[in-house]
């Protein structure tokens, strides 16, 4: 069904970490000096699974990009002044190098019930002077 530790993803991941069972690459992450940083160097990995269909990969960008999209969400309801139309800057590794993660964001971000303006920042403080150029 593509769901079990047979999945390519699953596989390509156990061997990534040097672990061969769900349970030890959980351990293998978490048990690792920088879990963020072993994480973020699955990335590559899971995206081209996903690329490629696998399902596992599929569902983890699509849990990833509606996380972020609701991220969006609870940040701008903390807003005093909701602008019309909210200036969004996409910045890091996977969200500036990946279309594939690009897309799932746009397409979740579009569910929201406010109208978000995407600009894709490879450099995030420079981004943030750009948008705070824009904004007045």
Partial sequence: DGYGVEASCARLVGRELKADATQFVRSAIYGADDPRATIAALAPIVIQQAEL????ATEVVAQAAAKLAQLVTDVAGKLTELPTL???ALAGG????CETVRQAVA???DKLPLE???QLVPEPV???FVLA????
């Fill in 126 to 128: 420079a981004g943030c």
């Fill in 53 to 56: 269909g696998d399902a596992v």
């Fill in 86 to 88: 909210l200036p969004l």
């Fill in 133 to 136: 150029a824009r904004s007045g």
């Fill in 116 to 118: 978000v303006n995407l």
């Fill in 94 to 97: 996977v969200l500036t190098h």
């Fill in 107 to 109: 397409k979740n971000l």
